[in-house]
């Protein structure tokens, strides 16, 4: 929270809570030291948690993002050149009309 805090103007979510009993209390350690403690629904606690992780989450989105940009490529699949002869299974140019192999006429 503090580079946030010092964008913002040093504004620090943790002190902000609604109070759930009778009594008035001006920051959350009031409530916290009254005797009986006063019921607080700490709502300021939760944004400060919520504000961290997505600054968490967004930096590792980025290291992980660099580090699959580095990673190695695969290659692009190559077009075949030859196919096998029906007759004798030899190797042959694509565009072939005869089998240099064993002769036989290709479609």
Do not use: E, W
């Amino acid at each position: 929270m503090p580079p946030i805090g010092q964008l913002v103007g040093k504004v620090d979510f943790s002190n902000l809570f609604i109070n759930l009993g009778g009594r008035h209390f001006d920051s959350l350690a009031a409530a916290k030291a009254a005797i009986p403690p006063g019921a607080t629904l700490n709502y300021g606690i939760f944004l400060n948690a919520v504000i961290n992780f997505l600054i968490v989450a967004f930096c590792v989105f980025l290291v992980v993002k660099q580090i699959n940009r580095l990673a190695a490529k695969p290659a692009p699949a190559t077009v075949p050149t030859t196919k096998d002869c029906p007759q004798c299974a030899m190797p042959i140019p694509l565009t072939a009309k005869r089998c240099g192999h064993c002769t036989t006429q290709l479609a």
